[in-house]
């Protein structure tokens, strides 16, 4: 089984097409969806409903609380708040039902999935240290927990040895441990690396790789000028940062 595993696309139209491209030419059995599709970009709609064509298995971010009212626009900065707020007033009654019932943690098919941590994942904590990682891991039922919301790729193992941290790239899932991916962003990359990030797992081979693809940055730029959101989040793309 192949599993193709995204996340933060935040409404980057030009970065879901281009992943989705990628992921055309890998063998994908099935598509997982780590939170944040909405947020901060100018196509809300659109990528929802590119998410939702193929089929994803998909929890909840805190951008699309936000969205939907789920969560307070308090939470966020000001850039945040406005993207969040203008967010809201795009989206059609049928985008805004389908974002208001996508559940917060999945686990299923060996794996589990959420956009922050297990541990309180309504609270949409950041995972960046392994102490952070310890509360996931001790709520973790299955080898393998899939994870966003940082924008980071990157790995943590739990062995007997204690709890290892290590940048994204391949990981080979051996017995006895178990792993939080981290894949990234598709849509709002903020490891300087500004193409847009995603991840394959191989069931059969035992693997994890998260992959790059370059897309149109500065449509997407433009496109996010163009709507009226703060151009700062159309700059930021630029960098990947």
């Given at each position: 089984m192949r599993y193709g595993i995204f996340s933060d696309i935040h409404s980057n139209l030009e970065a879901l097409d281009a992943v989705t491209r990628a992921y055309q030419g890998e063998g994908i059995d099935k598509y997982l969806c780590v939170g944040d599709i909405v947020g901060y970009a100018a196509n809300p709609v659109e990528c929802i409903r590119r998410v939702r064509e193929l089929g994803a298995v998909i929890?909840?971010?805190?951008?699309?609380?936000?969205?939907?009212?789920?969560?307070?626009?308090?939470?966020?900065?000001?850039?945040?708040r406005e993207a969040a707020v203008w967010t809201g007033n795009m989206l059609d009654e049928d985008s805004r039902n389908f974002l208001k019932e996508i559940p917060l943690v999945y686990k299923g098919d060996g794996l589990t999935l959420a956009?922050?941590?297990?541990?309180?994942?309504?609270?949409?904590?950041?995972?960046?240290?392994p102490y952070a990682a310890s509360l996931t891991f001790a709520l973790l039922e299955t080898v393998i927990c899939f994870v966003g919301h940082t924008h980071v790729p990157g790995v943590f193992i739990e062995s007997k040895e204690g709890i290892l941290c290590k940048e994204g790239g391949n990981t080979v899932i051996e017995k006895?441990?178990?792993?939080?991916?981290?894949?990234?962003?598709v849509g709002q990359p903020r490891d300087e690396d500004p193409r847009a990030a995603y991840c394959i797992y191989d069931t059969d081979k035992k693997s994890v790789e998260i992959k790059r693809t370059s897309y149109d940055i500065q449509g997407a730029r433009e496109s996010i000028i163009s709507a009226g959101l703060p151009g700062f989040l159309g700059e930021r793309l630029l960098k990947g940062r």
């Open positions: 929890v909840a971010g805190n951008h699309d609380w936000a969205s939907v009212g789920l969560l307070s626009v308090d939470y966020f900065n000001q850039f945040s956009h922050g941590t297990l541990d309180d994942p309504g609270d949409f904590n950041y995972m960046l240290d006895g441990n178990k792993y939080i991916i981290n894949t990234g962003s």
